[in-house]
Each structure stands twice: as C-alpha cells, then as structure tokens.
C-alpha cells in the first residue's frame, strides 16, 4: 500500500476539548487497507463514489482494517476523539498566569508525534517511510490562533467559528506534522523574505529576539553548509507550556519549552549558549530528518546524533566568542566515554521491531557517542569531504527516506578513501571503545589496541580505528585494524601526537619515552584535556598507577587554559 496525500479537516470544540473530522486519504493497494489509530474511534469510511466500505477497528493491535480490494484513489475516513493531558497526540497544555491576584488557566491544545503518536490525532499509516503531503484545514472558536507546519491559505468566518486553511506540505513523514490552537502573541522577523514567527503564551514574546537571531544565523550558515536552501515558506518557534520533550522539529513549526527558546539581554550566557544549541540542533533537523528520513526508527540515533553534532558547528560558527567544541568534548564525548566503558553500556545503533522500544534506547551513548563518531569521522577525512558526503547524500535522497549506510557511502565517495564505510558501520554496531598504547623506540612507533574497561575486564575485541597521529611534525592517518601495528618514520622519533586534537573517540596510553614526547610536541587544548581524562580513567582502572596520573597533571598544573584547568580541578 502506497499513500499519496492526506486531506484533513478537524472540527475543534474548544470548551469541551473534543474534536471531529474527516481525511480523505488518497492512496494504492492491491488487497486491503490498514490504517494506525490509537484512542481515535472511526465512525465511517467511504471511497470516493460515497460507497460506504466495510472497516474493523482493532483496539487490541490499533489498527482500523479497511477491505477495498484492489483499489486506487481516495478512501473518506470520519474520525473522532477527546483531547487529553497526556502530552502526545492532540492534546491540552495549560499556561498558568495570576490575573488580579487570582490564579487561572490559558489552555493550548498542541501536538507532539515522534516517534509513533501521530495516530493519536488522525487515521495515517504512521510509519517514517510512509511520506505523504498534508493538506490540512482546521474549524475553531474565531478568537483562536491556529498555527501549523505551512502558511495559512484562507480563513473564512462562520458565525462564532473560523474555518483556517493551511498550504499543502511537501512530502514528509507523519510525526513532522503540527497543529497548535490557542491564544498566541508574536514576535516576527523575517530570514530572505520568508516569515520567522515566535509565538507564546501572552506576555513572553519580547523575550524571543534572541531565538530569532539564532534561527537567522543558523539558516544562513545551513544553507551555505548543505548547499540546499530552506524548503518551507515560513518559520514557526513555538513555545508549549507542558512539554515533555526539550524541543520537537516539526518541519516549520518547531516547538519548545520555555526554558529552550526564550533568552533576554539579562539571561546569564549558559542560558544563551543552551538556546542557541537548542534552536540550532532543531534547525538542523529540517534538512537532516525532515528533507532526508529515515526508512525506519532504528536509524533514529543518526538523527539525532548528527542534529547534536551539526549544532555544535553552527553555533560555534556564528557565536565564536563561546566555547563550543571545549563544551562537546566535556559535556558529550567526555560522558559518553565513561558509560561507554562499562559492562552496561551498548551498541549506538539496536535493531528496533517494536516502536514502542524507541524512547527507552536514547541516553549518553545514543547522543554523545553517536555525534562523537561523527566527529572522528570529519577528523578523519577532513571536513570538506565530510561536508561534500552529506552535501551528496542529502541531494540524492531529499524528500525521501534513507538509511544510516547510505550517508557512510556518500562519505566514502566524497572522500575517496576505501573503507570509511565499513569502519563506521562497525563503530555503531560495536559496543564499547579501545585504548591505543604508543611506544617508541628508535624510528619506528609501535601501537597496540584492547577494549577499554574501567571496571572487571570482560572480553577484548580489535576496532577498526580512524587513527590520526602527528610525527616531527608529518600528519599521518590510518585505519588500525589490528592487535599491534608498527610504523617506522624513517629517522628519529622527536614529536609525536596521536588522536589529534581529540577527535577518535578512543584513548591514548603513550608508554616509556613517547609521553615525554607527546608533552614536548605543543599539543592543543583538546589533546590535554584528553590526556588528562584519558590518565585518570586509566588511574580508576588500575591501568597506571595514581602517581602516573598525578604525574601528568603536574605536567599541566601551569597551564592556563579554562579545559585543563577544569579538568583537573573537578
């Protein structure tokens, strides 16, 4: 079966939180139609002749089965279902405000549908691969303001009521689509002549400036990144009053809390610094997941993880005076390392049968982990192949689904080094991370690799490993696919550096001499911070002694960066 097309028009009753509607879903099937409604009871289908068709509604599977044969055109499917607190689907969010001394309620009816919610609010096949555009038409109480993913098309008056047309979407995954309905204030701007709206509760809008001059920049430096303009018409940043998610990229109509979008001249810079990556990490999200899909939800890792890895390069392109990749290192890859180095820690990427499994698997290795390969990977092949690989992936696939091995060969291509591809499907398959021992002796420097565990010692394994090491100042990069390799330089051993500027998400042990010369060598703030961390993981495990730690960070006491120095204070 094959959907085309949703047209959708919900009848709101605002007061009694109740709605009713009808979708004529436009479609293919050879046999039968089947459908995802949860907690949505279909009260009638006919096909486009107005011949009523013989459906079953299963509550056990939610599923509504729809027997039309072969059949090719559009089915009318009538719906309807309360509008609950339960903060997925349609469903009620207050905003609690004290007017004449006197606490009351501003009620918002939002929609929140990753990863399978969407069949909470209409009859679809709610599945990522399942991409349809979405016409969608919306009757309300006329002093409400409704917003959703496209630009409004007409708004005709009937008595009490409006109804609000909305522009057709592009095709697009079912959890993207979005409806908000309530008594917004705005605060709008423009980013080359298409609108960008923040829209919240009464009374906060001011505070949303900021948010704007985030998504401006950001859009900028995407655009230039991707070489794929933004595809919508507009821009919406939405504030939720009852929100469990932090923000949700709904293509268009992006929403958050409070906490993630509103920061004024007052707020303190570590609320700035969290509103920029919020609203950027979104931002990414609509080329990267929304443009570009997933075919199914076990990639949603790479979504998310190249959402926080994307961030990180915006931000610290367009607000350089803030630290960004000194906060990646430490506040994603430094906890990711130390889940990662334990018996309960798990591949990046698990097989998902059941959607229901999705939002128990993400955590430090889903994140952190995840956008740190990413990281190793540009530092691998460099970032303009890096870019020109998901520039080539993005233009290959855009408003269709992907798989995660699609972009690792689209890398591969753009860089020309064979076997980019195969290395990352094993880093996200693999659980764990290794530790590199480097020795030296004479011309030649000799690496060895075991798993790292910082408690019992389980199994070993060999990674194929993105080795970057600098000697005498000659950069040199590799894949370590072995127990021990050995590479003879040819004259002696001066300088040396190994995982350059911290980007391989696995640590350094350098033996006898080479720590001396890897001290010796300039190495950058991001290779003592790892060496700091890396010695006292080590020193947690038993691998060196304490004294071995606290002999490098005498080594490092006088330095004076802020990364180093946090790192040995904490």
Not at 91 to 108: L, P
Not at 136 to 142: E, F, P, Q, S
């Given at each position: 079966?094959?959907?085309?097309?949703?047209?959708?028009?919900?009848?709101?009753?605002?007061?009694?939180s109740y709605y009713r509607g009808v979708e004529r879903i436009y479609l293919e099937t050879e046999d039968e139609v089947r459908l995802d409604a949860v907690e949505v009871k279909v009260t009638s289908?006919?096909?486009?002749?107005?011949?009523?068709?013989?459906?079953?509604?299963?509550?056990?599977?939610?599923?509504?089965?729809?027997?039309?044969?072969?059949?090719?055109?559009?089915?009318?499917?009538?719906?309807?279902?309360?509008?609950?607190?339960?903060?997925?689907?349609?469903?009620?969010?207050?905003?609690?405000?004290?007017?004449?001394?006197?606490?009351?309620?501003?009620?918002?009816?939002?929609?929140?549908?990753?990863?399978?919610?969407?069949?909470?609010?209409?009859?679809?096949?709610?599945?990522?691969?399942?991409?349809?555009?979405?016409?969608?038409?919306?009757?309300?109480?006329?002093?409400?303001?409704?917003?959703?993913?496209?630009?409004?098309?007409?708004?005709?008056?009937?008595?009490d009521k409006k109804v609000v047309g909305f522009q057709e979407t592009p095709r697009m995954s079912t959890y993207l689509l979005y409806l908000g309905i309530g008594k917004f204030e705005e605060l709008?701007?423009?980013?080359?002549?298409?609108?960008?709206?923040?829209?919240?509760?009464?009374?906060?809008?001011?505070?949303?400036?900021?948010?704007?001059?985030?998504?401006?920049?950001?859009?900028?430096?995407?655009?230039?990144?991707?070489?794929?303009?933004?595809?919508?018409?507009?821009?919406?940043?939405?504030?939720?009053?009852?929100?469990?998610?932090?923000?949700?990229?709904?293509?268009?109509?992006?929403?958050?809390?409070?906490?993630?979008?509103?920061?004024?001249?007052?707020?303190?810079?570590?609320?700035?610094?969290?509103?920029?990556?919020?609203?950027?990490?979104?931002?990414?999200?609509?080329?990267?997941?929304?443009?570009?899909?997933?075919?199914?939800?076990?990639?949603?890792?790479?979504?998310?993880?190249?959402?926080?890895?994307?961030?990180?390069?915006?931000?610290?392109?367009?607000?350089?005076?803030?630290?960004?990749?000194?906060?990646?290192?430490?506040?994603?890859?430094?906890?990711?390392?130390?889940?990662?180095?334990?018996?309960?820690?798990?591949?990046?990427?698990?097989?998902?049968?059941?959607?229901?499994?999705?939002?128990?698997?993400?955590?430090?290795?889903?994140?952190?982990?995840?956008?740190?390969?990413?990281?190793?990977?540009?530092?691998?092949?460099?970032?303009?192949?890096?870019?020109?690989?998901?520039?080539?992936?993005?233009?290959?696939?855009?408003?269709?689904?992907?798989?995660?091995?699609?972009?690792?060969?689209?890398?591969?291509?753009?860089?020309?080094?064979?076997?980019?591809?195969?290395?990352?499907?094993?880093?996200?398959?693999?659980?764990?991370?290794?530790?590199?021992?480097?020795?030296?002796?004479?011309?030649?420097?000799?690496?060895?690799?075991?798993?790292?565990?910082?408690?019992?010692?389980?199994?070993?394994?060999?990674?194929?490993?993105?080795?970057?090491?600098?000697?005498?100042?000659?950069?040199?990069?590799?894949?370590?696919?072995?127990?021990?390799?050995?590479?003879?330089?040819?004259?002696?051993?001066?300088?040396?550096?190994?995982?350059?500027?911290?980007?391989?998400?696995?640590?350094?042990?350098?033996?006898?001499?080479?720590?001396?010369?890897?001290l010796s060598s300039n190495p950058d703030r991001y290779e003592k911070y790892g060496l700091l961390d890396d010695y006292l993981r080590f020193a947690m495990a038993g691998t060196v002694k304490v004294?071995?730690?606290?002999?490098?960070?005498?080594?490092?006491?006088?330095?004076?960066?802020?990364?180093?120095?946090?790192?040995?204070?904490?």
């Open positions: 079966m094959r959907v085309d097309r949703y047209e959708i028009f919900v009848d709101v009753d605002y007061k009694n289908v006919k096909d486009q002749a107005g011949k009523e068709l013989p459906f079953v509604q299963d509550g056990k599977e939610n599923k509504v089965i729809i027997r039309t044969g072969k059949y090719s055109g559009y089915i009318e499917v009538s719906f309807e279902a309360p509008i609950k607190d339960k903060l997925s689907g349609l469903y009620r969010a207050k905003e609690r405000v004290i007017k004449d001394g006197k606490e009351e309620s501003i009620v918002y009816f939002t929609t929140q549908f990753e990863s399978i919610h969407a069949r909470e609010f209409i009859p679809c096949v709610d599945e990522p691969a399942a991409k349809a555009k979405f016409k969608l038409t919306v009757r309300v109480d006329k002093d409400l303001d409704v917003i959703s993913n496209m630009p409004t098309e007409s708004v005709k008056e009937e008595g709008k701007d423009d980013y080359n002549g298409k609108p960008i709206t923040v829209a919240t509760p009464p009374g906060k809008s001011r505070r949303g400036k900021f948010a704007i001059d985030v998504a401006k920049k950001s859009l900028s430096y995407y655009e230039g990144y991707f070489g794929i303009p933004y595809a919508l018409p507009k821009l919406h940043l939405i504030v939720v009053p009852e929100f469990a998610a932090g923000a949700m990229e709904n293509w268009g109509a992006i929403t958050f809390r409070e906490t993630a979008l509103l920061a004024d001249d007052n707020s303190p810079e570590s609320i700035k610094k969290r509103v920029a990556e919020v609203v950027a990490h979104e931002l990414a999200h609509q080329w990267f997941g929304n443009l570009v899909t997933m075919y199914w939800w076990d990639d949603l890792w790479l979504n998310e993880s190249f959402a926080t890895f994307m961030s990180y390069k915006a931000v610290s392109a367009n607000y350089p005076q803030w630290d960004m990749w000194g906060d990646f290192v430490s506040s994603e890859t430094g906890p990711a390392f130390f889940r990662d180095s334990f018996s309960t820690t798990h591949p990046i990427h698990a097989d998902i049968k059941d959607p229901h499994e999705i939002e128990q698997i993400f955590d430090d290795i889903t994140y952190g982990k995840g956008a740190s390969i990413l990281r190793m990977i540009e530092g691998f092949v460099g970032e303009e192949a890096f870019r020109n690989g998901v520039r080539l992936y993005l233009k290959e696939h855009s408003y269709g689904n992907a798989k995660a091995h699609d972009l690792w060969e689209a890398i591969e291509r753009a860089s020309g080094i064979k076997g980019v591809a195969e290395l990352i499907e094993d880093w996200i398959t693999s659980p764990g991370h290794p530790v590199v021992r480097v020795s030296v002796s004479g011309t030649k420097v000799r690496f060895s690799q075991e798993r790292f565990w910082i408690s019992e010692r389980k199994e070993d394994r060999v990674y194929k490993i993105p080795l970057t090491v600098e000697v005498n100042g000659r950069r040199v990069s590799l894949i370590f696919d072995k127990k021990e390799d050995v590479m003879d330089v040819g004259e002696e051993v001066k300088t040396l550096r190994v995982n350059l500027s911290r980007t391989g998400f696995y640590r350094v042990l350098y033996e006898g001499d080479a720590l001396n010369l890897f004294d071995d730690y606290l002999s490098v960070a005498k080594a490092l006491s006088n330095d004076g960066d802020y990364l180093v120095v946090q790192t040995l204070t904490a």
